[in-house]
């Protein structure tokens, strides 16, 4: 199982990225996907999650309405757009497989200054 995320970087207040992860090993299309995100000190918090079928989707309450999960079994690839960044959202993102987790991406940093 590899989860690989990409799409972090530096982005002004007011701001969007789109964080990807594509998935191997497994097949994606029967999994729960999930990005949480950590902060030196803190623990590691649940952002979003995306079911396997039907797309229904979860947010933590700070990111609703800013944040959006989808995902694309086609291309075994799970995303977050993020937009309206503040700075509280800066972290180190990991894409997740499951409930449990039981794999985790190697996390892409989202640091939001000015």
């Known amino acids: 199982v590899q989860l690989v995320e990409s799409g972090g970087g530096l982005v002004q207040p007011g701001g969007s990225l789109r964080l990807s992860c594509v998935a191997s090993g497994f097949t994606f299309s029967g999994y729960v996907m999930s990005w949480y995100r950590q902060t030196p000190g803190k623990e590691r918090e649940l952002v979003a999650r995306i079911r396997s079928a039907g797309g229904r989707t979860e947010y933590e309450a700070s990111v609703k309405g800013r944040c959006t999960i989808s995902r694309d079994n086609a291309k075994n690839t799970v995303y977050l757009q993020m937009n309206s960044l503040k700075p509280e959202d800066t972290a180190v993102y990991y894409c997740?497989?499951?409930?449990?987790?039981?794999?985790w991406g190697q996390g892409t940093q989202v640091t939001v200054s000015s």
């Open positions: 997740a497989r499951g409930f449990g987790p039981d794999y």
